[in-house]
């Protein structure tokens, strides 16, 4: 089994920034794909960036440019640097694995952007 923990997530005004951070822990032996999906209220859970185990970096069209996803695979930490913020980027953030084959998730952390 896999665990992930989540933290950064809170409040920010408009333009700013949050860095949000995913360990995950168990018995670990190479973690998959690492990355980020997000779920605003009454809306699905959406792709926000996703990176290999060789660094090969996705995101969707609307962070790209303002966000940045890194993975550390000695630590088995994934992190989302978030700048630019906009109103429409609230919303509660997952993290997710692919572990053989078996995609886990964290338990989200909200993040609000307001004036």
């Known amino acids: 089994q896999v665990q992930l923990v989540e933290s950064g997530g809170g409040l920010v005004q408009p333009g700013g920034s949050l860095r949000l951070s995913c360990a995950a822990s168990?018995?670990?032996?190479?973690?998959?794909?690492m990355g980020w999906y997000r779920q605003a209220p009454g809306k699905q859970r959406d792709l926000v960036a996703q990176?290999?185990?060789?660094?090969?970096?996705n995101y969707a069209d609307s962070v790209k440019g303002r966000f940045t996803i890194s993975r550390d695979n000695a630590k088995n930490t994934v992190d989302l640097r978030m700048n630019s913020l906009k109103l429409a980027d609230t919303a509660v953030y997952f993290c997710?694995?692919?572990?053989?084959?078996?995609?886990?998730w964290g338990q989200g952390t909200q993040v609000a952007v307001s004036s």
């Open positions: 997710y694995v692919k572990y053989l084959g078996v995609t886990y």
């Open positions: 990176i290999t185990t060789g660094g090969r970096t």
């Open positions: 168990g018995n670990i032996f190479s973690i998959e794909d």
